[in-house]
């Protein structure tokens, strides 16, 4: 099955820095890759996806980018706010399209401390 | 996205007892998983609820300590069995629907954060 490996675990910056959040997976299949930001004692939202025939997206200071050959995709979030605070989780799947199937493969987290 | 709900949002609950939590989308979908999210830890599945069959557990998870229930599109119900402190996790409903717009992706419900005592 699907292995996804996230780094780093934590990672602190400060306000306006730059913060990347990098996965790797190990099924070549996999064709989706959602990004999830976990709030304390929320839920896990999304907050940006990216398919495999896509190299990059961006929607507006955060940004994702997948290279599928060396199987690692990558979370970037610039001018860093406090309020980015929370648990980044990296996830991928094989999305079977129009079956309404896919299940996640989480990694492990990354918390991410955005000092003013 | 769906309109996820989830019941009861928190519970404090006495070993060897058992707790439904009950899972209400605001439209039909095809698929809802549930997974488990432990203290510190990233989401790990526990099963996909299938609509008028049996659920597909994934390893290290059995019907017998987490049974589920999926009686139609838009409601399922997970069951966690003779708990143990060890079961003291959030467990989060999602679903997926080829036919929103979202083209398969995942929303999670807001969470049941359980606590065994």
């Known amino acids: 099955g699907e292995n996804v490996e996230q780094h780093p675990s934590t990672l602190s910056v400060q306000e306006g820095d730059s913060a990347v959040i990098k996965c790797t997976y190990s099924d070549s299949a996999s064709n989706y890759f959602p990004w999830y930001k976990q709030e304390l004692g929320k839920r896990p939202q999304l907050i940006i996806d990216?398919?495999?025939?896509?190299g990059e997206k961006k929607d507006q200071r955060i940004a994702v980018t997948l290279n599928k050959t060396a199987k690692h995709f990558s979370l970037h979030i610039t001018e860093t706010q406090p309020e980015d605070s929370a648990v980044y989780f990296c996830a991928a799947t094989l999305s079977i399209p129009n079956s309404g199937y896919s299940t996640l493969t989480f990694g492990k987290g990354t918390m991410l401390l955005v000092s003013p | 996205s769906a309109v996820i709900s989830q019941k009861p949002s928190r519970d404090i609950c006495q070993r060897g007892t058992s707790l439904t939590i009950q899972c209400q989308v605001d439209s039909q979908v095809t698929m809802m998983f549930w997974y488990r999210q432990q203290p510190g830890q990233s989401l790990t599945l526990i099963a996909t609820?299938?609509?008028?069959?049996?659920?597909?557990?994934e390893s290290g998870f059995v019907i017998d300590k987490f049974p589920i229930s999926r009686p139609n599109l838009t409601f399922s119900t997970l069951t966690v069995s003779n708990m143990s402190p060890e079961d003291s996790s959030i467990y989060l409903c999602s679903v997926t629907d080829s036919f929103l717009n979202s083209g398969n992706t995942i929303y999670f419900g807001e969470g049941s954060w359980l606590t065994v005592v």
């Open positions: 990216i398919r495999s025939n896509v």
């Open positions: 609820a299938n609509q008028g069959s049996e659920a597909t557990y």
